[in-house]
């Protein structure tokens, strides 16, 4: 079934990869008529750029498919909530629909910037949070 | 004379070669011992991509040129206050300093998120900042 717990659970294999390569395990898509049209997973240390998060690169690569830059019928998912850089971004594509896995209470834009999302954006959390926040546990504890 | 002014200057000729591509005019240098090591402007619409700002493309450009993400030692010239998705960039940055020319007191970062800057970054404003606001006034009207 093509539901939100469906395309979390790609966004999860998507942080997946990124714990493989040694970089904070997030993962993104971007969902247009249940349909995934761009995946992504947090490339900062691969790229050397601290705007390599997942969902700046799943909004760029959605924008692409797209052929617009506004992403007004689309749905992210993440698996951890998007920090202020990425919400802004988010905001800024007009997309309709943000789902998060985990909440970020320390860098979570929530708590830092909650106004950037878009007006019309609905946003909503917590599915598979458990397994999003613990990907993120293991790749801390490793660090450590 | 190497001083702000000169470096704002510099990132004006940015954001009139944004103007000149009907961009919205905001143009970046990023300034490293004195030396420019990465400029930038405006390329949402060249690119279809509404994280293209002008900031966003010069904090990569310059990791790119320092070879490693952080930019602990560069200042940043913009034309125009930075909006939250730039501001936030710039905390992952590090970056030491930021200066802009003119505000934007409906889309710039002080009013939206205050807090997503680096504790280690410093802020100054002001800097040519009325030639930096009429290249934007400009736009607009022209495209009205």
């Given at each position: 079934?093509l539901?939100?717990?469906?395309f979390?659970?790609q966004a999860?294999?998507?942080?997946?990869?990124?714990?493989?390569?040694?970089?904070?395990?997030?993962?993104?898509v971007v969902v247009a008529?249940n349909r995934i049209i761009a995946r992504?997973?947090?490339?900062?240390?691969?790229?050397?750029?601290?705007?390599?998060?997942?969902?700046?690169?799943?909004?760029?690569?959605a924008?692409?498919?797209?052929?617009?830059?506004?992403?007004?019928?689309?749905?992210?998912y993440?698996?951890?909530?998007?920090?202020?850089?990425?919400?802004?971004?988010?905001?800024?594509?007009?997309?309709?629909?943000?789902?998060?896995?985990?909440?970020?209470?320390?860098?979570?834009?929530?708590?830092?910037?909650?106004?950037?999302?878009?007006?019309?954006?609905?946003?909503?959390?917590?599915?598979?949070?458990?397994?999003?926040?613990?990907?993120?546990?293991?790749?801390?504890?490793?660090?450590?």
């Amino acid at each position: 079934m093509l539901d939100d717990t469906y395309f979390m659970r790609q966004a999860l294999a998507e942080a997946q990869k990124a714990f493989d390569k040694d970089e904070v395990p997030v993962g993104a898509v971007v969902v247009a008529n249940n349909r995934i049209i761009a995946r992504a997973h947090n490339l900062v240390e691969t790229l050397n750029d601290v705007t390599a998060h997942a969902e700046m690169q799943a909004i760029t690569a959605a924008a692409n498919v797209l052929g617009g830059k506004y992403l007004t019928n689309c749905t992210l998912y993440v698996t951890i909530e998007p920090c202020p850089m990425c919400a802004a971004a988010l905001g800024w594509s007009q997309i309709s629909r943000i789902v998060y896995g985990a909440g970020d209470e320390k860098r979570g834009y929530s708590r830092l910037a909650a106004g950037v999302l878009h007006p019309k954006t609905t946003a909503s959390y917590g599915v598979l949070a458990e397994e999003c926040a613990t990907l993120m546990k293991h790749f801390f504890e490793k660090k450590r």
